[in-house]
């Protein structure tokens, strides 16, 4: 794929080098030449100094012939806007952006935009390693979040079926994870007896 990425911070520099080392053709935009110091030494995508807002700017970054764009930079504002821009401007369906307020994610889906909110995951990360013993795993898919998590069944459900084990609100259950290291998926149909050790796989929609 033809990728650009806007802004060459710690998350767009880290972005970039996973996207080339992954085969794919990365252009990158950043207002400070310095910080493209942050790129590995064998990345050898495009790189172009300017204001990203810049229109001929994100034409000589590659935006007219781009698959996706993913708008980094630490300015809410900023991605806004040239998420908006990459999007209506030059027709890139596949935009991802970058916020950091939560309170303004309902503004980007206003638009149509996929965001990531570092702070949403920040927090249910910190929270599960607060709160639980397994941490809970992120796992994301375009503008949506899943956190899935591992937790021990009480002994009062040994010799009961996975159905029956209480869930929190939003939860549903993936599988069962057996004391023997075994993995069963569940699929709502079949019945799973449960047994001493058994740990269930919950997942629910975090964002």
């Known amino acids: 794929m033809n990728i650009l990425v806007i802004g060459c911070g710690k998350l767009g520099s880290r972005l970039a080098n996973v996207l080339f080392h992954h085969?794919?053709?990365v252009s990158i935009v950043d207002m400070n030449e310095d910080a493209f110091s942050q790129l590995d030494d064998d990345f050898d995508g495009l790189t172009v100094v300017g204001m990203p807002m810049d229109m001929n700017v994100?034409?000589?970054?590659?935006?007219?012939?781009?698959?996706?764009?993913?708008?980094?930079?630490p300015d809410d504002n900023l991605n806004?806007?040239?998420?908006?821009?990459?999007?209506?401007?030059?027709?890139?369906?596949n935009v991802v952006a970058r916020i950091t307020d939560p309170a303004r994610e309902n503004v980007f889906h206003h638009f149509g935009l996929k965001t990531i909110c570092q702070t949403n995951l920040t927090c249910g990360a910190v929270f599960s390693a607060l709160t639980q013993e397994f941490s809970e795993k992120q796992l994301h898919f375009y503008e949506t979040t899943v956190g899935v998590n591992v937790r021990e069944i009480d002994p009062i459900m040994v010799g009961r079926t996975v159905e029956n084990v209480p869930m929190k609100t939003g939860e549903t259950i993936m599988g069962v994870?057996?004391?023997?290291?075994?993995?069963?998926l569940y699929d709502g149909r079949q019945k799973i007896i449960l047994s001493s050790g058994d740990k269930i796989i919950?997942?629910?929609?975090n964002d």
């Open 58 to 73: 994100l034409r000589s970054a590659g935006v007219e012939g781009c698959d996706a764009a993913a708008v980094v930079t």
């Open 23 to 25: 085969g794919h053709n």
């Open 177 to 184: 994870l057996r004391d023997s290291g075994e993995l069963t």
């Open 80 to 93: 806004i806007t040239v998420s908006q821009i990459v999007r209506e401007f030059f027709y890139v369906d």
């Open 202 to 205: 919950y997942a629910r929609i």
